[in-house]
């Protein structure tokens, strides 16, 4: 904001310059940046005409910022066959402690930060359904380092999930092989026992799925992908409640890959070949 507006009194910004502005950025960075600018700007002179500081929130006079929406692309269960199967082949990756990771987040649709976070005393094995808790995320603050936020990323996001089977035996596995403490008694500490980044973990995989070929998948396509299994298998509700969403809306447009049903024209489309 300070090249284009920061040394513009409030009371000398107009609508207009407000939209070069945003013109600007949309060019520069993309629309969703735009967007992102509009509405932080919104809220600033929001704040400033309640202190009289302006005559208005006069951003909201701004024509709005439009962002194409990209269609959800999530992995099938064959490619995540596929790529379960690379990722053990693979001994570097195995090395990185790739496989497990992708394997929490493919059983649960949590965000990485919230797998990351995932402490022992989240996990309950014994129970007749198993299931972990997801009550925090890996953060970094300035100063302090990596740490564990005590939520997540919203209200809705603190919630108890039943684990696949897949996911009990690596938790299993992992229960017995982890004989030295970690720090915050995570599930999946660092090689050095410390919290792991998520920004190191996004390097690593990347590594990985190149070489499987999968170039476009990220840490978000799993938690696509299991939105869209949990919907086309029973609903959006479902989905929205596995991810933590507090609404359904957010899931639908945003989390689940669509194949759209065309209508039942044989018996007009049938004219074509008589």
């Given at each position: 904001m300070l090249p284009g507006l920061g040394s513009v009194r409030v009371r000398e910004v107009t609508v207009g310059r407000v939209e070069a502005f945003l013109l600007t950025i949309g060019t520069r960075r993309g629309q969703a940046s735009a967007r992102l600018a509009r509405t932080v700007l919104s809220g600033m002179f929001a704040l400033a005409a309640r202190h009289d500081a302006a005559p208005r929130n006069i951003v909201r006079d701004t024509a709005a910022v439009r962002v194409a929406s990209k269609e959800v692309r999530a992995l099938t269960v064959t490619e995540v066959r596929a790529l379960r199967a690379g990722l053990r082949a693979d001994k570097r990756a195995v090395?990185?402690?790739v496989p497990d990771v992708v394997d929490a987040m493919l059983a649960t649709g949590a965000r990485i930060g919230e797998i990351l976070a995932l402490r022992w005393k989240d996990v309950d094995l014994a129970a007749t359904v198993?299931?972990?808790?997801?009550?925090?995320t890996v953060v970094?603050?300035?100063g302090q380092g990596m740490t564990i936020?005590?939520?997540p990323k919203?209200?809705?996001?603190r919630r108890r999930l039943t684990?696949?089977?897949f996911l009990v035996e690596v938790l299993l596995r992992r229960q017995v092989d982890q004989t030295e403490a970690t720090a915050f008694d995570v599930v999946f500490p660092s090689a050095a026992g410390t919290l792991r980044d998520p920004k190191n973990f996004r390097d690593q995989w990347r590594q990985a799925r190149d070489k499987l070929g999968m170039t476009w998948v990220v840490p978000h396509t799993f938690r696509k992908s299991v939105a869209t299994v949990l919907a086309e298998g029973d609903s959006s509700r479902t989905a929205a409640d596995q991810l933590g969403h507090s609404g359904?809306?957010?899931t639908e447009r945003h989390y689940v890959a669509r194949t759209h049903e065309g209508p039942?024209?044989?018996a007009l489309l049938d004219d074509f070949g008589s």
């Open positions: 090395r990185g402690d198993p299931t972990v808790t997801i009550s925090g970094r603050v300035t936020q005590d939520h919203s209200a809705a996001g684990i696949p089977t359904t809306a957010v039942d024209a044989r």
